[in-house]
């Protein structure tokens, strides 16, 4: 129905930066809002990022003034720009998009995940 395809992660040394993308595809009328969680091993997954569509974007505390999100709506394609990374940051990130479809339901969609590895 939709698909989110990521791409972009990888490892990097701590101060490094990294670009993740998110491009969505298939039965899609709008796009409500896009965006990024991630989760490391044992813990719960969580907000990293997030950009409705029209309203202000939501960042965790934890990311805020080193991650930038941003969109392209033409290409149904969310980014993650990731500037000064830390250990921490160490995560598989997730792309979420909530989606009104072509029979114009409202759903939300997951990406496979991609891995960000951040060394010390």
């Known amino acids: 129905q939709v698909q989110l395809v990521e791409s972009g992660g990888g490892l990097v040394q701590a101060g490094g930066s990294l670009r993740l993308s998110c491009a969505a595809s298939g039965s899609i009328f709008s796009i409500n809002a896009m965006g990024w969680y991630r989760q490391a091993p044992g813990k719960q997954r969580e907000l990293v990022a997030r950009?409705?569509?029209?309203?202000?974007?939501n960042y965790a505390d934890s990311v805020k003034g080193r991650f930038t999100i941003s969109r392209d709506d033409a290409k149904n394609t969310v980014y993650l720009q990731m500037n000064s990374l830390k250990p921490e940051d160490t995560a598989v990130y997730y792309c979420?998009?909530?989606?009104?479809?072509?029979?114009?339901?409202?759903?939300?969609?997951w990406g496979q995940g991609t891995q960000v590895t951040v060394s010390s």
């Open positions: 950009r409705p569509s029209g309203a202000k974007t």
């Open positions: 979420n998009a909530e989606v009104v479809t072509t029979t114009l339901a409202e759903f939300g969609f």
